[in-house]
């Protein structure tokens, strides 16, 4: 290897290590809040939670299609009035477990559950089909992209009867 060419590989490997050291240092709060596990309840364990599982939007509209799956809404009444896929039970994630219970009595617990919130950054669909895994069912599916991808790809949708 040339003078130049091991220069050349000291200069782009101190410019990385300063990448680094830059990043870290400007996320310091970000990276302080990952240490002591603020984010913990945003990831999904599948050692954890095995019958919980991300899906697509595709995969959201052909179990709807297919009538196989009961649809979960996690946001809350006023939310959910002003529109929601259709058929779909409102099940907000903060429910008490007494509510949440009564919700979903009578469902089967090998059946298929679809839940999902706003989209985006909303984690209440993630908590939602937690505290139903942890009820029993073991086909819990969280639909990426939520209410706001299911409206852009221009999916039916149903309001309550007080908002029509």
């Given at each position: 290897?040339?003078?130049?060419?091991?220069?050349?590989?000291?200069q782009a490997l101190a410019i990385g290590a300063l990448g680094l050291l830059?990043?870290?240092?400007?996320?310091?709060?970000?990276?302080?809040?990952?240490?002591?596990?603020?984010?913990?309840?945003?990831?999904?364990?599948?050692?954890?939670?095995?019958?919980?599982?991300?899906?697509?939007?595709?995969?959201?509209?052909?179990?709807?299609?297919?009538?196989?799956?009961?649809?979960?809404?996690?946001?809350?009444?006023?939310?959910?009035?002003?529109?929601?896929?259709?058929?779909?039970?409102?099940?907000?994630?903060?429910?008490?477990?007494?509510?949440?219970?009564?919700?979903?009595?009578?469902?089967?617990?090998?059946?298929?559950?679809?839940?999902?919130?706003?989209?985006?950054?909303?984690?209440?669909?993630?908590?939602?089909?937690?505290?139903?895994?942890?009820?029993?069912?073991?086909?819990?599916?969280?639909?990426a992209g939520g209410w706001k991808a299911w409206t852009e790809a221009g999916?039916?949708?149903?309001?309550?009867?007080?908002?029509?």
């Open positions: 290897m040339s003078g130049e060419t091991r220069k050349a590989l000291r830059a990043g870290a240092a400007v996320h310091v709060p970000l990276l302080k809040r990952f240490v002591r596990g603020e984010f913990r309840e945003t990831f999904l364990s599948r050692s954890e939670y095995p019958g919980v599982r991300l899906i697509t939007l595709q995969e959201g509209e052909d179990l709807w299609a297919g009538g196989g799956a009961v649809f979960f809404d996690a946001r809350p009444e006023g939310p959910y009035g002003e529109g929601h896929v259709p058929g779909a039970l409102r099940l907000a994630a903060e429910e008490e477990d007494a509510w949440l219970s009564a919700v979903v009595e009578g469902v089967h617990r090998e059946r298929t559950l679809v839940v999902y919130c706003e989209g985006g950054d909303c984690q209440s669909s993630l908590h939602l089909a937690k505290r139903l895994h942890d009820q029993g069912f073991k086909d819990v599916r969280v639909l999916l039916p949708e149903e309001k309550s009867r007080d908002q029509e």
